[in-house]
């Protein structure tokens, strides 16, 4: 490669690293005087390449935007962590596929042939976990939008469908005029689970809210700026798993228990948001999974209708016992309350 290109193509690495570079500071980096650092940005703008300058004594060059993409340069371990990015993306549930398939062969073919081999070798399937639940995919739009309000913090205003139950209408279906907007601070965007997620402050219930953003119709425009909370604990990301595991923050459920189902793991991997799931035959599975109390966990583990072993702790199998004498109670017409023998927590 004549020396030149080569030149070319460290500064272009150069600034991709960081903002600003002084002239002089690039010159040193390249062994080169001033003058030709000069030279060579006037070339790499003629190739496409929006390059700022700023003048005076402490000027220097920055890597703008422009109006279209130019010729990007990665070093190797960059093209492996676009190459996983985009493999991977199937699992995010934006309704990217199509798109990241056809960037990862896009970038695949400018890569050296040394570089083509090591990312070809590198094959990732991206599988939701198991207690993931497949829904409705999210538009590039809606997360553009959400994200731009995030960054800016400002107020944003949506309707929100409410949840479908398994062989209700499409949520399409609802009224949106039938209830007001939600009006919330937004705080971050999360993925989990092959669903996304938006963390706010919702300003009408004074409290954060974890809302799906596939149930996110944003209306326009957003409202006022505003100064940023601090989530609880300071994590994002262990403030959605608290969420979702229903804790306190303390790291999970206060009961969790172990059944086997007489169900295909793909049914009941569909209705468990946050459980694990082991497939043992084509119609036998286990379940592993926590709630708030022993009665609440057994009454979860009974709502899919079908043969349960109970594999422990004993406490599980006892809160099952509380609840059969309980329903046989309700069946038979006793009031409630005539049953007085309650499972420990």
Do not use: N
């Amino acid at each position: 490669m004549p020396k030149t290109s080569a030149r070319l193509l460290s500064l272009l690495s150069l600034l991709q690293t960081r903002r600003d570079w002084p002239g002089q500071l690039l010159a040193e980096r390249l062994d080169v005087s001033p003058r030709t650092v000069r030279r060579d940005v006037d070339r790499l703008r003629e190739l496409g390449y929006p390059i700022v300058a700023a003048k005076g004594p402490d000027g220097g060059y920055r890597l703008g935007a422009g109006t279209e993409l130019p010729p990007l340069l990665f070093d190797d371990d960059q093209a492996v962590a676009l190459t996983v990015a985009l493999q991977t993306a199937t699992a995010t549930g934006a309704g990217i596929e199509e798109a990241a398939a056809r960037a990862l062969s896009t970038v695949r073919q400018v890569m050296p042939a040394r570089l083509r081999h090591r990312v070809d070798a590198l094959q990732v399937t991206a599988v939701d976990g198991a207690g993931s639940r497949p829904g409705p995919r999210v538009g590039p739009r809606v997360l553009m939008t959400l994200g731009a309000a995030v960054r800016a913090r400002e107020t944003l205003r949506f309707d929100y469908a409410p949840v479908s139950a398994p062989g209700a209408s499409d949520v399409s279906d609802a009224d949106p005029a039938a209830t007001p907007p939600r009006r919330v601070e937004p705080h971050h965007l999360v993925t989990r689970g092959g669903r996304w997620y938006l963390v706010a402050w919702d300003l009408d219930r004074d409290d954060w809210r974890t809302f799906r953003v596939d149930r996110i119709t944003p209306r326009t425009p957003t409202g006022p700026r505003f100064t940023p909370r601090e989530v609880p604990g300071g994590d994002v990301a262990a403030f959605v798993a608290s969420r979702f595991q229903g804790s306190d923050g303390s790291g999970g459920w206060p009961c969790r228990g172990e059944v086997i189902l007489a169900l295909p793991a793909s049914v009941v991997s569909t209705y468990t948001r946050d459980g694990v799931v082991e497939e043992l035959g084509p119609d036998r599975c286990r379940l592993v999974l926590g709630a708030w109390s022993w009665p609440g966990l057994a009454a979860a583990i009974g709502r899919f209708d079908a043969g349960i072993e109970v594999i422990g702790p004993p406490e599980l199998r006892e809160a099952f016992a509380h609840l059969a004498r309980r329903f046989a109670d309700a069946a038979a017409g006793v009031p409630t309350g005539s049953t007085t023998s309650r499972p420990s927590r």
